[in-house]
């Protein structure tokens, strides 16, 4: 049986703010009174991409790749974990097409940082920028998103076949 021309997954991760550790998102580091807590840097625009390949190519998630109670891994740079996922997708003969994001959180503004996720992530993705879709939202209040008390990002990847 053949591979199918192209594939989609679905992704989402959520962390909530913590102690005074630098906010990572999308790879690049931007000024906030807080991070993200997690067993890794917190990178949850990195996680929701990586978990997206993973389904799209019918793998376990992210928590299975990179348990959040191993030692080995702690604080690990999220880059790394989005690589992982590359290169399984590459493994199985697949490559990233693109991928869009949507980081829903009230503060900080998401704006201005877009463009220097898009490169930080085209790296590891081996994608163009013009690839990738950065996209933000508040939840209006609403929730503990909505309360400042966390961000969720959902992310979408399409994947294609790697020409032979």
Known sequence: MTNPAFRIGHG??????GSKRPLILGGVDIPHDRGLEA???GDCVTHALADSIFGALGLPDIGSWFPD????IKGIDSLQILA???QECHSAGYQVNNVDVTIVA???KIGPYATSMKKALAKTLKIEPSCIGIKATTNEGIGAIGQGEGIAVFA???LTTIAS
């Not at 989402?12 to 703010?17: I, K």
């Not at 109670?69 to 080995?72: A, I, L, Q, S, Y």
């Open 69 to 72: 109670h191993d030692p080995k």
């Open 106 to 108: 009230e503060l900080p």
């Open 12 to 17: 989402y991760d959520l962390h909530r703010f």
């Open 39 to 41: 067993h890794s840097d």
């Open 156 to 158: 979408i990847c399409s």
């Open 84 to 86: 992982k996922a590359v």
